[in-house]
């Protein structure tokens, strides 16, 4: 269900860029004058205290030196679970003013049923998130919902690349070579030029990419193997509901998310605002 993805995923995504999250980060010690230093943390913390070589493994794209300079260094600024309740207070507060008066009770119903019919074996930042407690309010539990659902597709989809064989420099050069955006924005994972262009001589020697760096039509076809195989992994939660309604109650918040301007217009996901 990758249009389902499409529309969850600006949802779970303001925990990365509300000011509202920010401010509550900088309450408790956080660099916030720069991404990262919250990113890690907000992200890891379900896990528990995890290490740099937990978080590199579960997160996958990004290279382990930059995972090492935060993690697990954040927690000693604050624990997992101090992280995990200001992360709600400031989703909460983000969300109250973008979704105002919507009425999410059906919303945040049909989401959670989708959360809780997820698999979650094999699959680690699903189920950390999953054995978290339940937030009782509409929005939160739509938000909470949703960062299941989105975690369990991420955790399927490096079982995807895996499965191609694309280390995970490789998986974004590939992702890079067929437009899903700029290589720019790809290094923000952390590798240097010179494991990039590593990770690329590679993909040449398989075939993936030509001599200017684009993908070949076998570089296209292995990677939409990978986002079909990630599809698949990620539809059996989606039967428990009809997806067309939730899609249709979700829609004005995640329009709201969109045109806040919060979010980045390119990512590494190759979602564009």
């Known amino acids: 269900m990758r249009q389902m993805w499409q529309m969850l995923e600006p949802v779970h995504a303001l925990v990365y860029y509300a000011p509202e999250v920010t401010g509550e980060f900088a309450k408790l010690g956080f660099d916030v004058d720069t991404r990262w230093p919250g990113y890690f943390p907000l992200r890891a913390a379900p896990l528990g205290p995890a290490g740099a070589e937990l978080v590199t493994a579960t997160f996958y794209s990004f ?8 993690v697990p260094a954040a927690w000693d600024i604050a ?41 979650t074996a094999g699959r680690p930042l699903a189920a950390a998130n999953a054995g978290l407690p339940w937030p009782e309010e509409p929005h939160l539990a739509l938000w909470h919902a949703s960062t299941i659902i989105r975690e369990h597709r991420g955790d399927g989809h490096i079982v995807a690349l895996q499965a191609a ?29 010179g494991q990039w262009a590593a990770a690329g001589a590679r993909l040449r020697e398989r075939g993936w990419l030509d001599g200017d760096g684009q993908a070949t039509a076998r570089g296209k076809e292995g990677r939409e193997a990978v986002e079909r195989m990630t599809d698949e992994l990620a539809a059996a939660p989606w039967q428990a509901i009809n997806p067309g309604r939730l899609a249709e109650l979700v829609m004005p918040v995640t329009m709201a998310a969109v045109q806040s301007g919060l979010l980045p217009s390119k990512s590494t996901l190759g979602l564009s605002r």
């Open 63 to 70: 290279n382990p030196g930059m995972v090492a300079r935060h």
């Open 165 to 193: 064989g694309l280390d995970p420099c490789e998986s974004l050069v590939s992702f890079a070579a067929v437009g899903a955006a700029p290589a720019e924005v790809f290094a923000s994972r952390g590798w240097n030029t």
């Open 79 to 119: 624990s997992p679970a101090q992280v995990i309740e200001a992360r709600l207070r400031g989703v909460d507060r983000a969300l109250r003013g973008l979704a105002g008066d919507l009425d999410l009770i059906e919303a945040a119903d049909l989401a959670t049923q989708v959360a809780l019919a997820a698999n």
